[in-house]
C-alpha cells in the first residue's frame, strides 16, 4: 500500500526536530548509518533538547530510523517456537518466541494492506495495546506503529513512545509478513504488559493499496492465547498413535447438550507403553439436506472430550462387548462405567492437544494394568444443527519408557446445582476443597510431584487459581489464571515442579463475572451452567482419582433463608443429591448431563441435570414469609444486586461448611464423605497483579497538550493509525 502520510510523518518529525532534510534515508536499514553522519545528525539535535517534549521526539526520530528499511536486505531467521491461526480460515498465522525480556512476533496475513494486532484482557480495543504494519507498495519499505484503542470499536491512537522495533518485512503477491520484536514489559503505561494469564490477541487486516490512508479494516477478530507457555513437544522417541473416536454419531437438531460416552480397548501391544502426548481429532459434518457435507468454516459442537482409564479385568466379557457397541447416551450408560474415572487426556476447545514433560508418561496397554478406557464427548449444540460426528483422540505413544508415570487427579468444586453464583457480581468467589484427611490417607510418604495444571470453568469465569496449604500456612499457588476464558484451554505447566505431601490441602478457587446476567447461574455440566475444576498431572501414580466439595445441602439451603420444604426432608434431598446420578455415583467432573429426553421422563426428580429440576420442584414451607414458592423462584426473587445480601451469602458458602468427597480410581471412597469447615490457615498476602491486571492502559490526556510540537505531531500520527479493530 502506498503511504503517503507516514513519509508526511517523519518529515514533521525532522522539520520539528529542525534537521537538514537531506539523506534522512539513503541506508534506511543501517543504525546508526554512518557513524559520523549520525552524531551530527544527533548535535543537531542537542540545542532541542530542553524538555521533555523534545528528547521524545529525538527518542522518535532515532527509533523510527530502526523501524524503516528496504526488506531482503535482513532476515531475522528467528526460531519461533510457537505458531498460531488467528482466525478460522488460517489467513492469519502469528509466531512468536520470547526471552526473559523480549518477545519477538511474526505475523503473515493474505493481505496486501495493513495488519494489525492488539493485546488486551477484553476482545475489544478498549484499553488495548495496539501494533499497526505494512509495506509500502512504493518503496517496498516495512513500517511498524505502536498504537492503543480509546473505545471498543474506533480509531488507533499512536503511543507518545514506540515500543515496538520492527525486525524485518515484506510483501509477496498474497501476503504481508512483517516482524517485529518489544520487551515484555515495556513500562510504558500505554502498553500491554505480556505475562503469564490468557491474553486477548486481536488482529485487523486492511484494504490493499489503499491511497495514503489506513482506511477501517476488511477483516477482524481475537483469539485468547498464552504467549508465555513453554513450549512443550514431542521428543525425539519412537511414536505411536492410537485413535480413539467415535464412529458416525448422528446428533439430533434439538439436543442441545448431549454427553456421549463409548469403551474402548487398547490396542494389541507386545509391552507396556508409555502415552507422551494426545491430540484433538475433530471430524464433524453438518447434516444439509439429509446429507453429511464437509464445511471449511462451520463449527463443531464438540465442547471437550475426556479419556477414562477403567479400572477392570480385561477378560471381563461385557466389558469386551461394551468395546465393541457404538456406545451410550451419557445418562444411559451401564452403572459399571462409574469405574472408569481416572482422566487421561483432557481436551477442550481451543486447545491443540498436550504433550507431556519429556520425564514422565502415563502407562498404556494391558501390560501396563489398563485394557479399557472410556471415551467421552460433550457436544454443546446451541446453534441446533444437525451433525453426524466421528470426532475423538489421537493418543500418542511410545515403548520407549520414560522417568515417572504419570496420572489426572480431578479437583475442584463437585458439580452439581448447589454450586451456585449469584448475578450482578462483579468478582463473586467459590472454592473446592480437597481435605487433608484425603491426601493424608490416599498419597504416598513421599508425596506427589505435580507436573501441570488445567484449571476449567465455563463463561462467567474469570479468574481460577489452585492454592496449596501445608500445616496452618500457606503456600504460593500451584496455579492461576487471572484472566481466563473458557474458549482457550490449555494445561499450565508448573515451573519446576511442586511438591505436595500428605496432608497438604489444595483449595480450587473460582471468581465469576456475573454482572451481565439476570438470573443465578447453577453448577452443572451445560455450558450454561458453571463449574470450577482443576485437572492435576503429577507423578507417581497414586489410587486417588477425584477430590471434591460442595455445600452440605441444608447449609445450603440455610444460606438462602430456607429452613424446610414441603413433601421433602432435607436428608431426603441430600440423599438425591448424593445419590441420584450426582456425586456418589458421579465418579468424575465431565460426569453425565440428564438432558436426555426419555431419561427424564422415566425417572422424574431423579433424572435432574445435577439438581436444577429438583431445585424447581421443591416447595418452600418455612419460613412462612416464602411459604408456596417454589425455591427456584425464591432464588429468581431476590436482590441480587445488593451487597448487604450478596456479601454474606458468598462468606458463608466460602467460608462455611463443606462436604468433602475423597474418590479412588476403583470407584470407592479413600476416606468416609466428611463435613468440614474451611480449614484455618495463615494466608499469603493477596497478590494485586491480578487487580493490576484489570487496570486499562493509561489514556493519553489530550486536553492538556499544548506544546508546539505535540499539536504539530498528534494529528498527523492519528491520520495515520485509522485501524480499527473489533472482535467477534
Ligand atoms: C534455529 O534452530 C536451528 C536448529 O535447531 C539452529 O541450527 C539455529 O542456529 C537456530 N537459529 C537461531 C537464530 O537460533
Ligand atoms: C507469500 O508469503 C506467505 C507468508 O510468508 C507464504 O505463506 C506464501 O506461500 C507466499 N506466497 C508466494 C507466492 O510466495
Ligand atoms: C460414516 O458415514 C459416512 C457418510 O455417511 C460414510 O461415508 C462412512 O463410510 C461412514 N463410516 C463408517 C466407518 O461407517
Ligand atoms: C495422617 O494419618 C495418620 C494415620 O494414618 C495420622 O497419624 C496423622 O495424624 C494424619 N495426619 C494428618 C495431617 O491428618
Ligand atoms: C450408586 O452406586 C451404588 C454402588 O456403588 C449402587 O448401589 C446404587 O444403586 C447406585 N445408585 C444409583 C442411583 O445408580
Ligand atoms: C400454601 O398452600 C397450601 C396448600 O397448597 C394452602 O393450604 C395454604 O393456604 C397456602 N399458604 C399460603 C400462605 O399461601
Given at each position: 500500500m502506498?503511504?503517503?502520510?507516514?513519509?508526511?510523518l517523519?518529515v514533521?518529525?525532522?522539520c520539528?526536530?529542525?534537521?537538514p532534510?537531506?539523506?534522512?534515508?539513503?541506508?534506511?536499514?543501517e543504525?546508526?548509518?554512518n557513524?559520523?553522519?549520525?552524531?551530527?545528525?544527533?548535535?543537531?539535535?542537542?540545542?532541542?533538547?530542553?524538555?521533555?517534549?523534545?528528547?521524545r521526539?529525538?527518542d522518535?526520530?532515532?527509533?523510527?530510523?530502526?523501524?524503516?528499511?528496504?526488506?531482503n536486505l535482513?532476515?531475522?531467521?528467528?526460531?519461533?517456537?510457537?505458531s498460531?491461526?488467528l482466525d478460522q480460515?488460517?489467513?492469519?498465522v502469528?509466531?512468536?518466541t520470547?526471552?526473559q525480556?523480549d518477545?519477538?512476533?511474526?505475523?503473515?496475513?493474505?493481505t496486501?494492506?495493513?495488519?494489525?494486532?492488539?493485546?488486551n484482557w477484553?476482545?475489544?480495543?478498549?484499553?488495548a495495546?495496539?501494533?499497526?504494519?505494512?509495506i509500502?507498495?512504493?518503496?517496498?519499505?516495512a513500517?511498524?506503529?505502536?498504537?492503543?484503542g480509546l473505545?471498543v470499536?474506533?480509531k488507533?491512537?499512536?503511543?507518545?513512545v514506540?515500543?515496538?522495533?520492527?525486525i524485518?518485512?515484506?510483501?509477496?503477491?498474497?501476503?504481508?509478513?512483517?516482524?517485529?520484536?518489544?520487551?515484555?514489559n515495556t513500562?510504558?503505561?500505554?502498553?500491554?504488559v505480556i505475562?503469564?494469564d490468557?491474553t486477548?490477541?486481536?488482529y485487523a487486516?486492511?484494504?490493499p493499496?489503499s491511497d495514503?490512508?489506513l482506511p477501517?479494516?476488511?477483516?477482524?477478530g481475537s483469539?485468547?492465547?498464552?504467549?508465555?507457555?513453554?513450549?512443550?513437544?514431542?521428543?525425539?522417541?519412537p511414536q505411536?498413535?492410537?485413535?480413539v473416536?467415535?464412529?458416525n454419531?448422528?446428533i439430533?437438531?434439538?439436543?442441545?447438550?448431549?454427553?456421549?460416552?463409548?469403551?474402548?480397548?487398547v490396542?494389541d501391544?507386545?509391552?507396556?507403553?508409555?502415552?507422551?502426548?494426545y491430540?484433538?481429532?475433530?471430524?464433524?459434518?453438518?447434516?444439509?439436506?439429509g446429507v453429511p457435507?464437509v464445511?471449511?468454516?462451520?463449527l463443531s459442537?464438540?465442547?471437550h472430550?475426556?479419556?477414562?482409564e477403567?479400572a477392570v479385568?480385561p477378560?471381563?466379557?461385557?466389558?469386551?462387548?461394551?468395546?465393541?457397541?457404538?456406545?451410550?447416551?451419557?445418562?444411559?450408560?451401564p452403572?459399571e462405567w462409574?469405574i472408569c474415572a481416572t482422566?487421561?487426556?483432557?481436551?477442550?476447545?481451543?486447545?491443540?492437544?498436550e504433550?507431556l514433560?519429556?520425564?514422565?508418561?502415563?502407562?498404556?496397554?494391558?501390560?501396563g494394568?489398563i485394557?479399557?478406557?472410556?471415551l467421552?464427548i460433550?457436544y454443546?449444540?446451541?446453534?441446533?444443527h444437525?451433525?453426524?460426528?466421528s470426532?475423538?483422540?489421537r493418543?500418542l505413544?511410545?515403548?520407549?519408557?520414560?522417568?515417572?508415570?504419570?496420572?489426572?487427579?480431578?479437583?475442584?468444586v463437585?458439580v452439581?446445582a448447589?454450586h451456585?453464583?449469584?448475578?450482578?457480581q462483579?468478582?463473586?468467589?467459590?472454592v473446592?476443597?480437597c481435605s487433608s484427611e484425603?491426601?493424608n490417607?490416599?498419597?504416598?510418604?513421599?508425596?506427589i510431584n505435580?507436573?501441570s495444571?488445567l484449571?476449567?470453568a465455563h463463561?462467567?469465569?474469570r479468574?481460577i487459581?489452585?492454592?496449596h496449604v501445608?500445616?496452618?500456612?500457606e503456600?504460593?499457588?500451584?496455579s492461576?489464571e487471572?484472566?481466563?476464558d473458557a474458549r482457550y484451554?490449555?494445561?499450565?505447566?508448573?515451573?519446576?515442579g511442586r511438591?505436595?505431601?500428605?496432608g497438604?490441602?489444595?483449595i480450587?478457587?473460582?471468581?465469576?463475572d456475573?454482572?451481565a446476567?439476570?438470573?443465578p447461574?447453577?453448577?452443572g455440566?451445560?455450558?450454561?451452567?458453571?463449574?470450577?475444576?482443576?485437572?492435576?498431572?503429577?507423578y507417581?501414580?497414586?489410587e486417588?482419582?477425584?477430590?471434591?466439595?460442595?455445600?452440605p445441602?441444608?447449609?445450603f439451603?440455610e444460606?438462602?433463608g430456607?429452613?424446610?420444604?414441603?413433601?421433602?426432608?432435607?436428608?431426603?434431598i441430600?440423599?438425591?443429591?448424593l445419590s441420584?446420578?450426582?456425586?456418589?455415583n458421579i465418579t468424575?467432573?465431565?460426569?453425565?448431563?440428564?438432558k436426555?429426553r426419555?431419561?427424564?421422563?422415566e425417572t422424574?426428580l431423579q433424572?435432574?441435570?445435577?439438581?436444577?429440576?429438583l431445585l424447581?420442584?421443591?416447595v418452600?414451607?418455612?419460613?412462612?414469609?416464602?411459604?408456596n414458592?417454589?425455591?427456584?423462584?425464591h432464588?429468581n426473587?431476590m436482590q441480587?444486586?445488593?451487597p448487604?445480601?450478596?456479601?454474606?451469602?458468598?462468606?458463608?458458602?466460602?467460608?462455611g461448611?463443606?462436604m468433602?468427597?475423597?474418590?479412588?480410581q476403583?470407584?470407592?471412597?479413600g476416606?468416609?464423605?466428611?463435613?468440614?469447615?474451611?480449614p484455618t490457615?495463615?494466608?499469603?498476602?493477596?497478590?494485586d497483579?491480578?487487580?493490576k491486571?484489570?487496570?486499562r492502559?493509561?489514556?493519553?490526556?489530550?486536553?492538556?497538550?499544548?506544546?508546539?510540537?505535540?499539536s504539530?505531531?498528534?494529528?498527523?500520527?492519528l491520520?495515520i493509525c485509522?485501524?480499527v479493530?473489533?472482535?467477534?
Amino acid at each position: 500500500m502506498y503511504i503517503q502520510t507516514i513519509l508526511t510523518l517523519s518529515v514533521i518529525l525532522l522539520c520539528d526536530a529542525k534537521l537538514p532534510k537531506s539523506k534522512p534515508y539513503n541506508q534506511p536499514n543501517e543504525l546508526p548509518l554512518n557513524p559520523t553522519e549520525y552524531s551530527q545528525a544527533i548535535r543537531l539535535l542537542q540545542p532541542e533538547l530542553k524538555n521533555e517534549k523534545t528528547s521524545r521526539i529525538v527518542d522518535q526520530y532515532v527509533r523510527h530510523r530502526r523501524e524503516v528499511f528496504y526488506p531482503n536486505l535482513y532476515d531475522s531467521g528467528l526460531n519461533w517456537t510457537h505458531s498460531e491461526t488467528l482466525d478460522q480460515n488460517g489467513d492469519v498465522v502469528l509466531k512468536w518466541t520470547s526471552s526473559q525480556t523480549d518477545i519477538m512476533f511474526r505475523v503473515e496475513a493474505r493481505t496486501l494492506g495493513y495488519v494489525g494486532l492488539g493485546f488486551n484482557w477484553e476482545s475489544n480495543m478498549k484499553g488495548a495495546d495496539l501494533v499497526i504494519g505494512w509495506i509500502d507498495d512504493d518503496s517496498g519499505r516495512a513500517q511498524i506503529l505502536d498504537c492503543h484503542g480509546l473505545e471498543v470499536e474506533g480509531k488507533p491512537v499512536a503511543d507518545e513512545v514506540q515500543n515496538y522495533e520492527l525486525i524485518s518485512g515484506h510483501q509477496n503477491r498474497t501476503h504481508t509478513t512483517i516482524e517485529f520484536r518489544r520487551l515484555l514489559n515495556t513500562k510504558d503505561n500505554q502498553d500491554f504488559v505480556i505475562g503469564d494469564d490468557t491474553t486477548q490477541v486481536l488482529y485487523a487486516l486492511g484494504p490493499p493499496g489503499s491511497d495514503g490512508q489506513l482506511p477501517k479494516h476488511v477483516d477482524s477478530g481475537s483469539r485468547p492465547l498464552r504467549l508465555l507457555q513453554p513450549f512443550t513437544s514431542p521428543n525425539s522417541a519412537p511414536q505411536m498413535h492410537w485413535d480413539v473416536t467415535i464412529n458416525n454419531l448422528s446428533i439430533p437438531h434439538d439436543m442441545a447438550t448431549l454427553f456421549w460416552c463409548k469403551i474402548f480397548k487398547v490396542p494389541d501391544l507386545p509391552k507396556k507403553h508409555h502415552i507422551v502426548g494426545y491430540l484433538p481429532l475433530i471430524d464433524s459434518r453438518p447434516i444439509r439436506n439429509g446429507v453429511p457435507v464437509v464445511e471449511k468454516n462451520s463449527l463443531s459442537p464438540v465442547h471437550h472430550m475426556v479419556l477414562y482409564e477403567c479400572a477392570v479385568d480385561p477378560d471381563e466379557y461385557s466389558w469386551n462387548e461394551w468395546a465393541e457397541s457404538v456406545g451410550y447416551f451419557g445418562p444411559n450408560r451401564p452403572s459399571e462405567w462409574a469405574i472408569c474415572a481416572t482422566p487421561i487426556a483432557a481436551w477442550a476447545m481451543g486447545s491443540k492437544g498436550e504433550f507431556l514433560p519429556h520425564n514422565v508418561g502415563i502407562p498404556l496397554g494391558e501390560k501396563g494394568g489398563i485394557s479399557f478406557y472410556m471415551l467421552e464427548i460433550h457436544y454443546d449444540n446451541q446453534a441446533l444443527h444437525e451433525v453426524l460426528d466421528s470426532s475423538g483422540i489421537r493418543i500418542l505413544h511410545t515403548p520407549t519408557l520414560r522417568q515417572h508415570e504419570a496420572a489426572l487427579l480431578g479437583a475442584g468444586v463437585g458439580v452439581s446445582a448447589l454450586h451456585l453464583i449469584p448475578p450482578k457480581q462483579r468478582q463473586y468467589r467459590t472454592v473446592g476443597i480437597c481435605s487433608s484427611e484425603c491426601t493424608n490417607s490416599t498419597l504416598p510418604d513421599t508425596g506427589i510431584n505435580i507436573v501441570s495444571v488445567l484449571l476449567h470453568a465455563h463463561g462467567t469465569a474469570r479468574k481460577i487459581s489452585l492454592k496449596h496449604v501445608r500445616g496452618q500456612q500457606e503456600l504460593s499457588v500451584i496455579s492461576e489464571e487471572n484472566s481466563y476464558d473458557a474458549r482457550y484451554q490449555q494445561s499450565r505447566v508448573v515451573p519446576g515442579g511442586r511438591q505436595f505431601l500428605k496432608g497438604d490441602i489444595m483449595i480450587t478457587e473460582c471468581t465469576y463475572d456475573t454482572t451481565a446476567r439476570d438470573k443465578p447461574i447453577l453448577g452443572g455440566y451445560s455450558t450454561s451452567q458453571e463449574m470450577c475444576l482443576s485437572f492435576v498431572l503429577y507423578y507417581p501414580r497414586t489410587e486417588l482419582a477425584g477430590c471434591y466439595s460442595m455445600t452440605p445441602v441444608d447449609e445450603f439451603f440455610e444460606t438462602f433463608g430456607v429452613k424446610e420444604f414441603y413433601f421433602m426432608s432435607m436428608i431426603k434431598i441430600q440423599n438425591l443429591f448424593l445419590s441420584s446420578g450426582n456425586l456418589e455415583n458421579i465418579t468424575s467432573p465431565w460426569e453425565f448431563d440428564m438432558k436426555s429426553r426419555n431419561y427424564v421422563e422415566e425417572t422424574g426428580l431423579q433424572g435432574d441435570d445435577q439438581g436444577v429440576r429438583l431445585l424447581k420442584s421443591l416447595v418452600i414451607k418455612n419460613p412462612a414469609e416464602f411459604r408456596n414458592k417454589s425455591f427456584m423462584a425464591h432464588l429468581n426473587e431476590m436482590q441480587w444486586s445488593e451487597p448487604l445480601l450478596t456479601e454474606p451469602i458468598e462468606q458463608r458458602l466460602y467460608r462455611g461448611l463443606h462436604m468433602m468427597f475423597c474418590k479412588k480410581q476403583d470407584d470407592s471412597w479413600g476416606i468416609p464423605i466428611q463435613i468440614q469447615a474451611y480449614p484455618t490457615y495463615n494466608a499469603l498476602p493477596s497478590n494485586d497483579v491480578s487487580e493490576k491486571h484489570y487496570k486499562r492502559v493509561r489514556l493519553p490526556s489530550v486536553t492538556t497538550a499544548s506544546g508546539s510540537h505535540r499539536s504539530h505531531i498528534w494529528p498527523a500520527v492519528l491520520a495515520i493509525c485509522l485501524t480499527v479493530i473489533v472482535a467477534r
